[in-house]
């Protein structure tokens, strides 16, 4: 009955979801393809697939180790990577070339998904983390094709959520013949919401086999020498409620340290150009990289590009990761931890708990409760480089002794691979 209820309700928003897609289609300049994709009209495959969901940005970037390894493993399989934004479509473009198929993933209309599945015919359904989609998860699952829910973690928070739903949510994680979870925590939720012990796992956190390129680093030597040898701490992934506190530690840094250079990197590009007015009415000056602009004689620096942000972690001493000063739940630490910067966090980091009670845990992580301790935590790193430089290197501790889910990650998916003969 609750499956009945859900499927009429996303039916009863889907036209004004189009209707948003039209209009943002129109203000954007771009063509139909987005949303002819979400009703399930892709192109058809010649061959069956991999199919990789990564909803969007964070969980792209988190899947890309993932496809490259089953790339390079398989590289008769054909593998198709869908995402349900338009950032998350252009990041998989960037990182992985013509080397996959790309697709929007359907609305999680049957419809929707039966035309989807009619013209990719995939061989296994991977999807990143913790996106439970019930008519994509019932509808691959009818075709006996394997899922598994890769990367797999879940709060509290939500587990509480879910737990409403009882009977539904039983079937629904019971369909998954698969759970990689990332941590023992993540495995008992999984189990206490309704899914089979036998089909979970714990793997790790494949974000720990983070890698940075030889590209990569020439990029953030390249930036970091246009800084001029300032002083430069980074605040990544930001959000709305979130920029007014980093300038207002910035301006707590800027009395005792002057010449520091903060680099703030929303989250979402769509606010690119609202954190650039914001910080320019607050009395500092702003370089754009968006727009070439030097950074030499800038107090802020604005990563206004997409893409690039291993760069811009690569050209600073000092990473904030954002969506934490607010109750977003954070974001991923562990590519800052990779290049050994010491991180800060603000207090709400609910979507990566077990990843930051490592840090935590390993003494690579300083975590503060407010702007003004988040100013004073900057000034305090920037004075003693010593502090500063054992924190990165017991971040970069962290993020090397957990490294290795990965290889049973990729090994599990191809273990339980479907014959073709059966799709």
């Not at 009395?255 to 609202?274: G, N, S």
């Not at 430089?389 to 290795?404: S, Y």
Request: aromatic share 8%.
């Amino acid at each position: 009955m609750l499956h009945a209820i859900y499927s009429t309700c996303y039916r009863l928003l889907l036209p004004l979801a189009l209707a948003y897609l039209w209009w943002s289609t129109r203000r954007n300049g771009a063509g139909s393809q987005g949303w002819q994709q979400r009703l399930g009209l892709v192109p058809i495959m010649s061959e069956p697939v991999i199919w990789v969901h990564a909803v969007s940005v964070g969980e792209t970037i988190a899947a890309a180790p993932l496809v490259k390894a089953l790339l390079e493993r398989r590289p008769d399989v054909p593998i198709l990577v869908t995402a349900m934004t338009a950032t998350g479509a252009a990041q998989a473009l960037t990182l992985f070339g013509d080397r996959v198929q790309y697709a929007y993933a359907p609305f999680d209309t049957p419809g929707s998904v039966r035309r989807f599945l009619k013209r990719v015919r995939p061989r296994a359904l991977v999807i990143m983390e913790t996106e439970l989609w019930p008519n994509m998860i019932r509808e691959v699952n009818e075709r006996r094709c394997p899922v598994f829910l890769i990367n797999a973690r879940l709060s509290a928070r939500s587990a509480r959520g879910y737990q409403r739903f009882g009977e539904w949510v039983r079937g629904l994680v019971r369909q998954i013949d698969w759970i990689a979870a990332q941590a023992d925590e993540d495995a008992a939720r999984f189990r206490e919401i309704g899914a089979r012990g036998e089909a979970i796992s714990v793997t790790g956190s494949i974000k720990f086999d983070v890698s940075i390129t030889d590209a990569v680093r020439q990029q953030a030597t390249e930036l970091r020498k246009a800084f001029g040898g300032r002083p430069v701490w980074i605040a990544a992934s930001t959000h709305e409620g979130e920029d007014e506190q980093l300038l207002d530690a910035h301006a707590r840094v800027l009395q005792d340290c002057p010449e520091a250079l903060l680099t703030i990197v929303p989250r979402h590009p769509q606010r690119f150009d609202a954190v650039a007015e914001m910080t320019r009415k607050r009395g500092f000056s702003v370089a754009r990289r968006s727009e070439g602009q030097a950074p030499t004689a800038a107090q802020v620096y604005l990563g206004d590009t997409m893409g690039e942000l291993m760069v811009m972690f690569g050209a600073a001493d000092i990473a904030f990761v954002g969506g934490s000063l607010i109750e977003r739940g954070g974001h991923n630490p562990l590519e800052p931890a990779a290049w050994g910067l010491p991180v800060i966090t603000g207090p709400h980091v609910f979507n990566f708990e077990t990843v930051y009670r490592q840090l935590d845990e390993g003494q690579g992580l300083v975590r503060v409760g407010d702007s003004s301790a988040l100013g004073d935590a900057v000034t305090g790193l920037f004075s003693h480089p010593g502090e500063a430089a054992a924190l990165g290197n017991a971040a970069l501790t962290v993020v090397e002794a957990n490294r290795g889910a990965l290889n049973q990650v990729v090994e599990g998916i191809l273990e339980r691979l479907a014959p073709v003969e059966e799709r």
